[in-house]
């Protein structure tokens, strides 16, 4: 499903047929390929003319299988985070029926079309996984998994430098797939982790690691780790990790290799020490990733058409669903972990004082704890960090939302940095300074809301 230029050489050639635009602004033209539930097609923005590739989804095949929430929680960390590595997703919009990703077109091919001519020079293959290890270093870092990293998902642009497509939307169609083979066609179970073929649960970023792994073998032998006519056979020498090495093999390149082709994921590599090997050091320069800009963020909150977010007015704080409030606040109905697992690093407070006082506590902390302060609107705040942390930046949103004449609600979440170093800074410095205007903490006992 990632491979949007697997007809780019063929354009049907049809100039007949009308126009066939979306919302007004992107004209729909051939089809680059398909999965089982959706469909990418070539479009244009027809405002800069620039070329986008559009994904269809069908909404009801996503919600019949439950997997709403998966696509909403990862459109609205893919919208709001940029790197040069990965495919961007530009524009999520909906109809009653579908769902239209549309995102940045690849049009220099798969890095696995230049594998197919034979194994690559060192320093190439160094640098495409170099750039493919910070992709998905980033994307993990914001809680998301790609979880199905396979030929087709890795494209080249014009400047032949890596772009991982469908990062945290990819996993879904093959989730839909239950003939327990995967692509057998395109030889994905090759890629795929031992973990993940015995579908008994596992975690996706090291998943992720496993199917790096295999990328990195192939890139520099010319041809997969793991193969065999009879696909029993093969998914035995995955579950054991047995492989051979070719003589032509780096050494140092080896070495990493076999640390991250380790059946038992607990004892595979992990991506801080991946980035320490120097193997892995040499030549590398860590991308810029960047947040998405203030203004854009602004127009996200108000024109995400896939009903991401609450209905916004400047005039005063947000009204705050009452359900939502008491099921995420009240001791007795919590369902704070349903909230946490659609965005993990979110915090919540009720307070009894007025917004515009409210405001003024969050950007007296910030100064106090030598964080920037951009307002977004009214009554949201992004406080960043000056300090860089492990994952850059640490940046924060705050938002008051009103519930009741006199109650409304905070809402912390993270935007940029690392997680761990989040809940640190929630924790030990924000609860403490604003304990004096909460009247209750999200998930908490002494909750006076029903009473």
Known sequence: MGDQTEHDGAPNGKTGSPRNVLFGKYEM?????????????????????????????????????????????????????????????????????????????????????KVAKGKLKEDVARKYFQQLVSAIDFCHSRGVSHRDLKPENLLLDENEDLKVSDFGLSALPEQLRIDGLLHTQCGTPAYVAPEVLRKKGYDGAKADLWSCGVVLYVLLAGYLPFQDENVMRMYRKVFKAQYEYPPWFPPEAKKL???????????????????????????????????????????????????????RSNSKPPFYNAFEFISSMSSGFDLSSMF??????????????????IVGKLEALARRLNFGVVSLKDFKLK??????????????????????????????????????????????DVRPALKDIVWSWQGENDCQVCH
């Open 29 to 113: 033209g051939r089809m680059l390929g398909k999965g089982t539930f959706a469909k990418v097609y070539h479009g244009k923005n027809l405002l800069t003319q620039e070329s986008v590739a559009i994904k269809v989804i069908c909404k009801d095949q996503v919600k019949k299988e439950g997997l709403m929430e998966q696509i909403k929680r990862e459109i609205s960390v893919m919208r709001l985070v940029r790197h040069p590595n990965i495919v961007e997703l530009k524009e999520v919009m909906a109809t009653k029926q579908k769902i239209f990703f549309v995102m940045e077109y690849v049009k220099g091919g798969e890095l696995f079309a």
């Open 383 to 428: 406080l960043q960090g000056k300090k860089e942390g492990r994952k850059g930046k640490l940046a924060v949103t705050a938002e008051v939302f009103e519930v009741a004449p006199e109650v409304v609600v905070v809402e912390f979440s993270k935007c940029a940095g690392d997680t761990l170093e989040y809940k640190k800074f929630y924790e030990e």
């Open 257 to 311: 290799v076999s640390k991250l082709l380790v059946a038992d994921p607990e004892k595979r590599i992990s991506i801080p020490e991946i980035m320490s090997t120097p193997w892995f050091q040499k030549g590398f320069t860590k991308p810029v990733a960047f947040s998405i800009e203030e203004q854009e963020l602004e127009k996200y909150d108000e024109n995400c058409s896939c009903e991401l977010e609450l209905v």
């Open 340 to 357: 946490e697992s659609q965005r993990k690093s979110a915090s919540m407070f009720t307070s009894k004082c007025s917004a515009s006082a």
